[in-house]
């Protein structure tokens, strides 16, 4: 079996699920009705019975896409030997904001010559736990997929409608031509465990004006100015897509079980919240100057974590709930590569870094102008404290491993936590004992320097007693536990041991079991600008923004020798990394410098 490439997907969505659009036409990923969910369109990772919603030229065809430019509306340029169209795809929002169902918004518009057309939608088996069929009613034919229903409609302004007649099988299907001025739509609506509409196309086809025009209006609320301009709106409104907006949380990625390499074993289910993922996009968006989605992220945090609490853990669902263990699907994944699984089985680590990326953010949304309530500021005072007892033990890191050691990046972490805790304190935001905090963190700093410093490495290496080395320890750039010589050669060493041209692996050894991963090269040019190395920062981010996708799309992994991506897409951290590096290199780097790139 081939899929598509990883890269060859575009994402969109509406604040409660994201579809993934190949450069074939094909929508191969889609979860009804919200991300975490089944997904009815599957072929990604099920080639045989995923489904998909396929809408291309009937006959070879050239493919041209962009984003219609402030917006998550994707527009695609299919040129044929007879002629041209343009298909815009959108899912789409209501009047009054979120529609109550999910409506996938497909137009055709006729460009020049005459092309035909065909399209089919094909609900899958949800990765073997439902079998589709399609029931006839009195309004049409409702496609029908486990507890999810579907219903498809057309509307023309042309020679030909689009034909939504018997089905084939488990399929809607049909066939028209697009000229010059025409104008075709096929619509899909879906709700889970509640009547489905057939809806009007007429107004579907409306919406897709609607929907642009509402992106603009968030775009216009997000404020840069700087190197890289487009890449960072494009990456703010990547992350915006990944925004679960009926609580506020935020997903790590869109997809799951896509590898992170050939080999196959390292597929994980990114549909969750990670407490760094979301204190990361929050830190980015207050620096932005936008108010809306900080707030409701971290309100949504912190209302979940008293919910679980005294424990802090290390995601959770995007409603708030505890992540499941996983479970392991019988189907091939993508080219084949296995295993394809939900849920994730890091919930119940132990992750000391979370501690320092939950008392960050609510700094930035203290040093924004904004107020704590008393229950968050008794429990960041109880985080604090718990940070002071627990940071001695080994942890599982920032990556996950199932081998728990002293890693540095996490003791960092606790550093910041109780830096930040004292801060908050002494602004006479949470209560608590400022002294211990004071006293502990300096404490930390101290063992840190004594025993994850190597003077041969001239690093700091991957946990205490190693000589081995972990990218993620350049995130202590930026929070400002060093920025001085020994960050500096610690740069030197990661780039000689990790480095693959501006690209990075994240620690010793993975360059024999994965890809690169992207978040990592943009924390080394991050780095570089914190520790004053400001050409180098540059010539690693022009770099970096060309790694990219066609529209400007990370996914969690770049080969390195043939630019590929890896993982699963979109990826908040790797947009994330973009973003907050771009933020810092606008803020610190001299305005004659930005300006010699």
């Given at each position: 079996?081939?899929?598509?490439?990883?890269?060859?997907?575009?994402?969109?969505?509406?604040?409660?699920?994201?579809?993934?659009?190949?450069?074939?036409?094909?929508?191969?990923?889609?979860?009804?009705?919200?991300?975490?969910?089944?997904?009815?369109?599957?072929?990604?990772?099920?080639?045989?019975?995923?489904?998909?919603?396929?809408?291309?030229?009937?006959?070879?065809?050239?493919?041209?896409?962009?984003?219609?430019?402030?917006?998550?509306?994707?527009?695609?340029?299919?040129?044929?030997?007879?002629?041209?169209?343009?298909?815009?795809?959108?899912?789409v929002s209501g009047v009054a904001g979120r529609l109550p169902w999910a409506e996938l918004v497909r137009r055709v518009d006729g460009v020049e010559g005459e092309v035909p057309m065909t399209w089919a939608v094909r609900p899958g088996t949800s990765l073997h736990t439902a079998a589709p069929w399609i029931e006839q009613t009195t309004h049409g034919a409702v496609m029908r997929c486990g507890r999810t229903g579907l219903t498809v409609v057309g509307l023309r302004h042309g020679p030909s409608a689009p034909d939504v007649g018997a089905p084939a099988g488990p399929e809607l299907a049909g066939r028209f031509t697009a000229t010059a001025g025409s104008r075709h739509v096929v619509v899909v609506a879906a709700t889970?465990?509640?009547?489905?509409?057939?809806?009007?196309?007429?107004?579907?086809?409306?919406?897709?004006?609607?929907?642009?025009?509402?992106w603009r209006t968030w775009s216009r609320e997000f404020s840069y100015e700087g190197p890289w301009a487009p890449h960072v709106q494009r990456s703010a409104l990547a992350l915006k897509l990944l925004i679960y907006s009926p609580t506020g949380a935020i997903a790590a990625a869109a997809t799951t079980s896509l590898p992170e390499s050939a080999r196959g074993g390292k597929n994980w289910d990114y549909r969750f919240a990670w407490?760094?993922?979301?204190?990361?996009?929050?830190?980015?968006?207050?620096?932005?100057?936008?108010?809306?989605?900080?707030?409701?992220?971290?309100?949504?945090?912190?209302?979940?974590?008293?919910?679980?609490?005294?424990?802090?853990?290390v995601m959770y669902t995007l409603d708030g709930g505890l992540v499941p263990e996983p479970t392991e699907y019988d189907v091939a994944g993508w080219n084949g590569i296995g295993p394809v699984v939900s849920g994730n089985p890091a919930v119940e680590q132990l992750q000391l870094g979370v501690y320092g990326d939950l008392m960050a953010i609510c700094r930035t949304y203290v040093e924004a102008g904004n107020v704590l309530d008393t229950e968050t500021g008794r429990m960041l005072a109880g985080i604090a404290d718990r940070t002071c007892d627990l940071w001695r033990n080994p942890d599982s890191g920032?990556?996950?491993?199932?081998?728990?050691?002293?890693?540095?990046?996490?003791?960092?972490?606790?550093?910041?936590?109780?830096?930040?805790?004292?801060?908050?304190?002494?602004?006479?935001?949470?209560?608590?004992?400022?002294?211990?905090?004071?006293?502990?963190?300096?404490?930390?700093?101290g063992w840190i320097e004594e025993h994850c410093w190597s003077q041969d490495r001239r690093a700091y290496v991957w946990f205490a007693g190693s000589s081995d080395l972990d990218a993620s320890v350049l995130l202590h750039a930026p929070s400002g536990y060093d920025r001085g010589e020994r960050m500096s050669s610690t740069i030197?060493?990661?780039?000689?041991?990790?480095?693959?041209?501006?690209?990075?692996?994240?620690?010793?050894?993975?360059?024999?079991?994965?890809?690169?991963?992207?978040a990592c090269a943009f924390w080394r040019a991050h780095a570089l600008a914190c520790v004053g190395r400001h050409d180098e920062a540059l010539a690693h981010m022009d770099a970096l923004v060309g790694a990219a996708?066609?529209?400007?799309?990370?996914?969690?992994?770049?080969?390195?020798?043939?630019?590929?991506?890896?993982?699963?897409?979109?990826?908040?951290?790797?947009?994330?990394?973009?973003?907050?590096?771009?933020?810092?290199?606008?803020?610190?780097?001299?305005?004659?410098?930005?300006?010699?790139?």
């Open positions: 079996m081939t899929c598509q490439p990883i890269e060859s997907y575009a994402p969109i969505g509406d604040g409660r699920t994201v579809a993934l659009v190949g450069s074939d036409g094909c929508i191969d990923w889609m979860p009804l009705p919200e991300l975490t969910s089944d997904a009815v369109f599957a072929r990604i990772l099920d080639d045989e019975t995923g489904g998909c919603f396929a809408l291309s030229p009937a006959a070879e065809f050239t493919v041209r896409r962009r984003y219609i430019p402030r917006t998550n509306v994707l527009e695609t340029t299919f040129t044929t030997r007879d002629g041209v169209i343009k298909v815009t795809d959108a899912l889970h465990d509640e009547p489905v509409p057939f809806v009007d196309p007429q107004v579907a086809d409306d919406g897709i004006d609607r929907t642009i025009a509402n407490v760094r993922d979301l204190a990361y996009t929050a830190h980015a968006l207050v620096r932005f100057g936008l108010r809306e989605e900080p707030h409701a992220a971290l309100s949504w945090l912190l209302q979940t974590i008293r919910a679980h609490g005294p424990r802090l853990h920032m990556w996950e491993l199932p081998e728990q050691r002293h890693y540095t990046s996490s003791k960092m972490g606790c550093w910041k936590a109780l830096d930040d805790a004292v801060w908050l304190a002494e602004a006479d935001v949470i209560p608590g004992s400022p002294a211990r905090w004071r006293a502990e963190r300096d404490r930390i700093r030197d060493a990661l780039t000689e041991d990790l480095g693959a041209g501006s690209l990075m692996y994240r620690y010793t050894g993975a360059d024999q079991v994965e890809k690169t991963f992207v996708n066609d529209v400007g799309i990370y996914a969690e992994m770049i080969d390195e020798d043939d630019g590929s991506a890896w993982g699963n897409t979109p990826q908040a951290l790797s947009h994330l990394a973009f973003l907050s590096a771009a933020l810092t290199i606008r803020e610190i780097v001299p305005e004659p410098v930005l300006r010699g790139r």
